[in-house]
T-cell receptor, first 113, second 111 residues
Framework: DVKVTQSSRYLVKRTGEKVFLECVQD?????MFWYRQDPGLGLRLIYF???????EKGDIPEGYSVSREKKERFSLILESASTNQTSMYLC????????????FGDGTRLSIL | GENVEQHPSTLSVQEGDSAVIKCTYS??????FPWYKQELGKGPQLIID???NVGEKKDQRIAVTLNKTAKHFSLHITETQPEDSAVYFC??????????WGAGTKLIIKP
């Protein structure tokens, strides 16, 4: 069965810290995504990757960066965390084209104090 | 760019009744419309999708309809059950073939 694992369910960090959110998939999928989910705003795409070492900006990349050194792992980095980055972060993976299903992890609820 | 609007934001129905959630999209080139269900504490999961070459698709108690002329599509759930309680998201494609998501509908099934 498809499995996307996010390293933390809950995370509390302080303003200005560098924060790493990790995501691992076991399905050999080429495509991986990072979203943030906020009430009333749906899911907004931060970054995505089509292959190892490849990354593309989504709709809201400001304040974030990503790393994909291995096919199964996609990391989201908050370079200097701010309170407006408090949110639920969802990682997803997908095989094939854009009309194939995305498989999501259970999310990381990040609080920046 | 593509914009997807979803309503209602909250829907409460009696168990056994039907529920309908509606979405509209702006980009006439959009041709793929998935629906995802997010249960409490979980990530979203695809439940049904429709492509622009069909007008309706059914899978047991759920169905999706698409009206390309009006640029709207809807999710229909019949004979609702407690396990249908969740947040539902619709989505469409943007010009880069990335999903643009609706804001979500919280469906509450009353016993």
């Amino acid at each position: 069965d498809v499995k996307v694992t996010q390293s933390s369910r809950y995370l509390v960090k302080r303003t200005g810290e560098k924060v790493f959110l990790e995501c691992v998939q076991d399905m050999d999928h080429e495509n991986m995504f990072w979203y943030r989910q906020d009430p009333g705003l749906g899911l907004r795409l931060i970054y995505f990757s089509y292959d190892v070492k490849m990354k593309e900006k989504g709709d809201i990349p400001e304040g974030y960066s990503v790393s994909r050194e291995k096919k199964e792992r996609f990391s989201l980095i908050l370079e200097s965390a701010s309170t407006n980055q408090t949110s639920m972060y969802l990682c997803a993976s997908r095989s094939g084209g854009s009309n194939q299903p995305q498989h999501f992890g259970d999310g990381t609820r990040l609080s920046i104090l | 760019g593509e914009n997807v609007e979803q309503h209602p934001s909250t829907l409460s129905v009696q168990e056994g009744d039907s529920a309908v959630i509606k979405c509209t999209y702006s980009d006439s080139a959009s041709n793929y419309f998935p629906w995802y269900k997010q249960e409490l504490g979980k990530g979203p999961q695809l439940i049904i999708d429709i492509r622009s070459n069909v007008g309706e698709k059914k899978d047991q108690r759920i169905a999706v309809t698409l009206n390309k002329t009006a640029k709207h599509f809807s999710l229909h759930i019949t004979e609702t059950q407690p396990e249908d309680s969740a947040v539902y998201f619709c989505a469409g494609h943007d010009s880069n073939y990335q999903l643009i998501w609706g804001a979500g509908t919280k469906l509450i099934i009353k016993p």
